[in-house]
């Protein structure tokens, strides 16, 4: 075994670095993560499989990803036959200054809204928006559209998802 010389404490009043990094630490780490993203049911023994390592170690890595918080949670992905009964779009919402925090919270009180994003360029928010029907689409759009401090709104039909890795 290989040992390492570590460089001495510093005596600064600069706070300390965590103990371990948050994130993906190699390329084993980015590998499970990608095919938990693509079956978040698969055994560890199949992981450890694909990956050509020993069970334990996936286990091991995925205890510490999900303490670090790489690893938020595991959940269902609709597939393509259940979301085709809907519509989604992305709307791209301008506001007026100092007008976000209401929109936002307006925003929050939709269940058709599925994800909401800050970001910048040419919209301050981008939205990501399902609804049942095109005549539902339209509602809510028109709601959104009436929101005091709402400036602009544009909106872009998903028509199919080529890459869905979420």
């Given at each position: 075994?290989?040992?390492?010389?570590?460089?001495?404490?510093?005596?600064?009043?600069?706070?300390?670095a965590?103990?371990?990094?948050?994130?993906?630490?190699?390329q084993l780490?980015?590998?499970?993560l990608?095919?938990?993203?693509?079956?978040?049911r698969?055994?560890?023994?199949?992981?450890?499989?694909?990956?050509?390592?020993?069970?334990?170690?996936?286990?091991?890595r995925?205890s510490?990803?999900?303490?670090?918080?790489?690893?938020a949670?595991?959940?269902?992905?609709?597939?393509?036959?259940v979301?085709?009964?809907?519509?989604q779009?992305?709307v791209?919402?301008t506001?007026?200054?100092k007008?976000?925090?209401?929109v936002?919270?307006?925003?929050?009180?939709?269940?058709?809204?599925?994800?909401?994003?800050?970001?910048?360029?040419?919209?301050?928010?981008?939205?990501?928006?399902r609804?049942?029907?095109a005549?539902?689409m339209?509602?809510?759009?028109?709601?959104?559209?009436?929101?005091?401090?709402?400036v602009?709104?544009?909106?872009?039909?998903?028509?199919e998802?080529?890459i869905?890795?979420?």
């Open positions: 075994m290989a040992t390492t010389t570590r460089p001495k404490k510093s005596t600064s009043t600069k706070a300390a965590p103990a371990h990094s948050a994130g993906p630490r190699d780490d980015r590998d499970l990608a095919l938990l993203q693509a079956n978040a698969a055994s560890t023994a199949d992981l450890a499989r694909q990956l050509g390592t020993a069970r334990t170690t996936v286990l091991a995925l510490r990803l999900e303490r670090d918080g790489v690893i949670g595991y959940t269902v992905r609709l597939g393509q036959d979301l085709d009964h809907g519509l779009a992305f791209g919402i506001v007026q200054p007008a976000g925090r209401d936002v919270r307006k925003l929050e009180r939709m269940p058709e809204v599925r994800q909401l994003c800050a970001v910048s360029g040419e919209f301050d928010y981008v939205v990501l928006l609804a049942e029907s005549l539902r339209n509602t809510l759009l028109d709601e959104m559209g009436n929101f005091d401090g709402v602009k709104t544009t909106t872009s039909v998903a028509l998802w080529k869905d890795r979420t």
